[in-house]
C-alpha cells in the first residue's frame, strides 16, 4: 500500500524561551521560522495557548516572513464566528499563496464561549460540525443560508477576489468517537497525541474516510544524536522519538509504511534542533521512504 | 493637537479618480498595468495586494500619519490578517482595525489585541462597529436583532476590559459566557488599545459612552457636524462625560484650487448624471447621504459643492462616502483647521491613489496644519530595534 510522502511540521513557540535581551518573543520565533523554512520543513503550527501569544497573530506574522511553509493556525472554535474565521482565512489564502491551514480546538470546556454554550463533548462536537459547515458554506457558495443551533448565515458566500480560494488544509486532533467521527467526514489531516493511538486508530480511520483523502498524523518529541551515547535515556518512547540518526530515521520509515504521514516534531532548543533534523534526519528517512521523498 | 490617520484600503485602488478601475489588488482582471498582483513573464508576479497595502502603510508612516485605518465590509480583505502582517514592518505606524464584536468573543479579542500590542510595541487601534442590520448581518452569520446590537458591543466591551488582566474574570452575559478569564502576565501588561467608536445615535452614547476614546463619523456639511457634536456633547453631559471626536475625511488638494476641480472634471465624464439626478448614483449609503445635502439638478462637479469645498460626489468616482474637501493645499487645510475649531480630535484622511497621494498630503497638507503632530515619534518599544527594551511602552490614552 502507498502512502503520500511524509510531512514534518514544528510548533512556534508561544512563550518566551530564551529570554534574549532586549529582543522579544517575536525575534525568537521570527528565527525559529527561518529555521523551518532553510530546513525544508512542510510547515509550523502555531498554537492555541491560553498562557502565551495568541495563535492568528503568530501564524499571519509567519506567514508574511515565509515563503514555502504552510502555516497551521490552532482555532478555538468556542470563540468565534465561522464565517468571520473563513473570512480572515480567505485573506490569507490571497497573501499568502494558499498557505494557512487550521487545527481546530473542539473539545475544551474554554474559560469563555459564545452563547449558546457547549457544556458536553457531545455538544461540543454537534457545534464544531455546524462550524465547518458554515465555513465551508460561505467558502464555496454565494447563496450560502444556514439555520443551526449554534450559527444562522442567511445569504452568506464570498465571491469576486475571495471566492475559488483553496479551503485551509484541515487538522483535526482528539480520540473519542465524536472526533474520529468528525474526522472522518472534515478533515484533512488526523493528528494524534502519541503513536499507540495513531497506530490504533489510524487505519479504522482512514477506512472511515472512504474515497477522500485523509492523513493520519502525530505529534512528538524528538530528540536525535549523531552517536549512541549521546543519545539519554529517560525518556518516554510513546511520547517521543529518542535516538541515533539512523535510528531515528528507521523507525520513522516503518511509521510512514504504516500510514501515519504527518509529524509534528517539537525539539528543543527550536533553531538549533530544527537545523538538525534538517540536515540529519530527513534526509535519511527520504533515503528510506521511496513514494516521493520527504519534505 | 490632533492626531491625524491615513486609510489603507482593503478592497484595492484605482491609479486616479479619472477611472473608476482598480487596477491595484486583484478585484480586476490581472493584465499589462496591474499592480499586486502584475504580470511578469505572462504570468502573475506573486507579489499580492497585501504588498501593495505594505507600500501605503510605509508612505503614509514616513509622510508623518500616525496611523492607518483598515476597514471591514463583506467585500474586502480582512483588517486583523494584514494588521498581523504589517506591524513588523513598521515603526511607529498605528493600525486601527475595524471589527464588529459579533465577529470574535470578547476574550478571544482581547488575547488576540494583547498579543498585536506585545508584538508591535503597542500600535493597535480599535474602530468598533456595531453594523447596521438587515442583509450584511445575516451575511457575516451574525443573528443578533437589530436593537440589541448596541447591548451586544456594550457586553463586549465591558468583557474585553474584564478579561484584559491576570486575575480570573466571570461574566455570565446576554451575549457571552465567561468563566475565569484572563490573560497571561505579558500580555495582561500591555495598554487596552484606543477606541475608535462608528456611530453616534442615542444608543450608541448610551453603550459607547464609558468606553469610546473618539466618536467616529463620516465628513458631512459643516452644520451638520455641528448639530451632531452638540447633541452628541448634550447627551454625554447628562451621563457626566467629554466626548472626544474623530472625523473620516476624503481630501483631494493641489497646488491651486484650479487645478483640483481640473483633476474632478476628468473623472466626471464616467458619471451617470441621469443616475445621479434619480439619486440612485454610486453605492447607496454615500448617495442618500449626498442627496440629503445637494441641491438642485446635478450637472456639473460644482453643482454637488454644498458648501465653498465640501464636495459631495465622491461615491461617485470611487467607493466609499460621499463627502470630501477639495481645494488647494492651503485651503483645505484651513478646512480642516476649522473642523478642529468645530470639536475634531483625529482626522482619518484619505485620497486616491493611497500610495501617492499619502506623500503628497504629507508633504503640502499637513505641514500646513498647526494642530498636526508628527508621525514618527521613535517610538521605544518598536519590537525590531536592538535598543529596544524589553517592555514595550504603551500608547499614550487620550493624548491631547
Do not use: C
Not at chain 1, 9 to 26: K, M, N, Y
Not at chain 2, 121 to 150: C, F, K, M, S
Not at chain 2, 257 to 280: H, I
Not at chain 2, 288 to 316: K, N
Amino acid at each position: 500500500m502507498s502512502h503520500p510522502a511524509p510531512r514534518f511540521l514544528v510548533p512556534l513557540a508561544t512563550r518566551d524561551e530564551r529570554s534574549w535581551p532586549g529582543f522579544d518573543i517575536a525575534e525568537q520565533r521570527a528565527q525559529a521560522l527561518r529555521a523551518a523554512e532553510l530546513g525544508g520543513f512542510a510547515g509550523v503550527v502555531a498554537a492555541d495557548d491560553l498562557g502565551g501569544d495568541e495563535a492568528s497573530v503568530v501564524a499571519y506574522d509567519a506567514l508574511r516572513a515565509s515563503r514555502w511553509l504552510e502555516v497551521v493556525q490552532e482555532l478555538p472554535i468556542s470563540r468565534g464566528n465561522p464565517v468571520y474565521a473563513a473570512k480572515q482565512a480567505a485573506s490569507a489564502q490571497r497573501f499568502f499563496d494558499g498557505r494557512l491551514g487550521w487545527q481546530l480546538v473542539v473539545d475544551e470546556p474554554g474559560p469563555s464561549q459564545t452563547t449558546p454554550p457547549a457544556r458536553t463533548r457531545a455538544e461540543r462536537y454537534a457545534r464544531a460540525t455546524e462550524f465547518l459547515t458554515v465555513a465551508r458554506g460561505v467558502w464555496h457558495d454565494t447563496e450560502f443560508t444556514f439555520e443551526g443551533r449554534y450559527h444562522q448565515v442567511v445569504g452568506g458566500g464570498f465571491r469576486e477576489a475571495l471566492a475559488d480560494l483553496p479551503f485551509p488544509r484541515l487538522h483535526l486532533t482528539g480520540s473519542s468517537d465524536e472526533a474520529l467521527a468528525l474526522s472522518a467526514r472534515f478533515a484533512d489531516v488526523h493528528l494524534f497525541d502519541d503513536l499507540d493511538t495513531a497506530l490504533a486508530h489510524g487505519p479504522a480511520l482512514r477506512a472511515a474516510a472512504g474515497d477522500r483523502p485523509l492523513e493520519i498524523g502525530v505529534a512528538l518529541r524528538v530528540v536525535a544524536r549523531e552517536h549512541r551515547p549521546e543519545v539519554p535515556r529517560t525518556i518516554d518512547p510513546r511520547t517521543a522519538l529518542v535516538g541515533t540518526y539512523d535510528e531515528l530515521a528507521e523507525r520513522l520509515a516503518e511509521l510512514v509504511a504504516a500510514g501515519i504521514t504527518t509529524y509534528l516534531l517539537d525539539a528543543h532548543p527550536r533553531i538549533e534542533e530544527t537545523y538538525r533534523i534538517a540536515e540529519h534526519l530527513l534526509p535519511r528517512v527520504r533515503d528510506l521512504t521511496p513514494a516521493g521523498g520527504a519534505r | 493637537m490632533v492626531d491625524i490617520y491615513w486609510r489603507i484600503g482593503t478592497h484595492g485602488d484605482q491609479p486616479s479618480l479619472r477611472q473608476r478601475v482598480a487596477s491595484r489588488g486583484d478585484w480586476s482582471p490581472t493584465g499589462p498595468g496591474s499592480i499586486a498582483p502584475g504580470l511578469r513573464d505572462g504570468g502573475r508576479d506573486g507579489y499580492t495586494y497585501l504588498d501593495h497595502m505594505a507600500d501605503v502603510a510605509r508612505a503614509a508612516e514616513v509622510s508623518g500619519f500616525v496611523g492607518g485605518l483598515l476597514p471591514s465590509f463583506p467585500f474586502t480583505d480582512d483588517p486583523w490578517v494584514a494588521a498581523s502582517a504589517l506591524v513588523r514592518e513598521t515603526r511607529s505606524f498605528r493600525f486601527m482595525v475595524a471589527f464588529q464584536p459579533g465577529f470574535l468573543d470578547p476574550f478571544h479579542a482581547a488575547r488576540i489585541s494583547a498579543t498585536l500590542q506585545r508584538v508591535s510595541g503597542g500600535r493597535l487601534v480599535y474602530n468598533i462597529i456595531t453594523g447596521g442590520g438587515g442583509p450584511e448581518q445575516t451575511w457575516w452569520g451574525d443573528p443578533v436583532a437589530h436593537d440589541d446590537r448596541y447591548a451586544r458591543t456594550g457586553e463586549f466591551l465591558e468583557a474585553l476590559q474584564g478579561t484584559w488582566g491576570t486575575a480570573p474574570y466571570d461574566l455570565a452575559g446576554r451575549f457571552y459566557d465567561v468563566r475565569g478569564a484572563s490573560l497571561p502576565p505579558d500580555l495582561a501588561a500591555q495598554a487596552v488599545p484606543e477606541i475608535y467608536f462608528s456611530g453616534s445615535s442615542p444608543a450608541a452614547i448610551a453603550t459607547a459612552g464609558g468606553y469610546a476614546d473618539y466618536y467616529l463619523s463620516w465628513l458631512e456639511p459643516f452644520d451638520a457636524l455641528r448639530e451632531k457634536f452638540a447633541e452628541v456633547r448634550e447627551r454625554s453631559a447628562t451621563l457626566g462625560r467629554r466626548p472626544r471626536f474623530a472625523l473620516r475625511v476624503e481630501v483631494l488638494a493641489r497646488e491651486t484650487e484650479a487645478e483640483a476641480w481640473a483633476e474632478l472634471e476628468r473623472g466626471w465624464a464616467q458619471v451617470d448624471l441621469a443616475a445621479v439626478n434619480a439619486a440612485t448614483g454610486g453605492d447607496s449609503v454615500g448617495a442618500a447621504r449626498s442627496r440629503a445635502f445637494v441641491r438642485g439638478p446635478v450637472r456639473t462637479p460644482r453643482d454637488m459643492e454644498v458648501e465653498p469645498q465640501v464636495w459631495g460626489g465622491f461615491h461617485l468616482l470611487r467607493g466609499g462616502p460621499a463627502f470630501g474637501l477639495v481645494g488647494s493645499y492651503a485651503q483645505v487645510a484651513a478646512r480642516l483647521e476649522e473642523l478642529v475649531e468645530i470639536g475634531v480630535d483625529s482626522f482619518i484622511l484619505a485620497a486616491v491613489p493611497h500610495l501617492e497621494e499619502a506623500y503628497r498630503i504629507g508633504s503640502e497638507v499637513l505641514p500646513r496644519l498647526s494642530v498636526h503632530k508628527t508621525g514618527y515619534v521613535g517610538h521605544p518599544g518598536h519590537p525590531t530595534s536592538p535598543a529596544a527594551p524589553a517592555a514595550p511602552a504603551p500608547i499614550e490614552r487620550n493624548a491631547s
